[in-house]
């Protein structure tokens, strides 16, 4: 059985910093590729970043990049976004997602992803 666990989201001012974690069970990190996805109010649920499989590539969304990074440790089976620089824009739902059967092409496509979290609220305030 396949699990998805964020944390480390919360309520930080415009500027500051925060370090999700989502810590995967039943699913190899080695064999999937793993995603962030974001979902503000009355908005749909959106890219964020991602880390490929089978290249390691990091692509990222236009609004987050050079703010935002993503990792992942194999061996502790967690995947992280490192979050900079924050705006209130960013505030949403963020959510860890994973897939084994994922192209490069499809990173950024949520129907990619076979497996979801349960998410996580960052709130930014100015």
């Known amino acids: 059985q396949v699990q998805l666990v964020e944390s480390g989201g919360g309520l930080v001012q415009a500027g500051g910093s925060l370090r999700l974690s989502c810590a995967a069970s039943g699913v190899s990190l080695i064999r999937s590729a793993m995603a962030w996805f974001r979902q503000a109010p009355g908005k749909e649920r959106e890219f964020v970043a991602a880390i490929s499989q089978r290249t390691g590539s990091t692509p990222y969304a236009d609004s987050v990049k050079g703010r935002f990074t993503i990792s992942k440790d194999n061996t502790k089976k967690t995947v992280f976004l490192q979050m900079n620089y924050l705006k209130p824009e960013d505030t949403a739902v963020y959510y860890c997602?994973?897939?084994?059967?994922?192209?490069?092409?499809?990173?950024?496509?949520?129907?990619?992803?076979?497996?979801w979290g349960q998410g996580t609220q960052v709130t930014v305030s100015s």
């Open positions: 997602a994973a897939g084994e059967r994922i192209i490069m092409s499809q990173l950024r496509a949520q129907s990619a992803y076979d497996f």
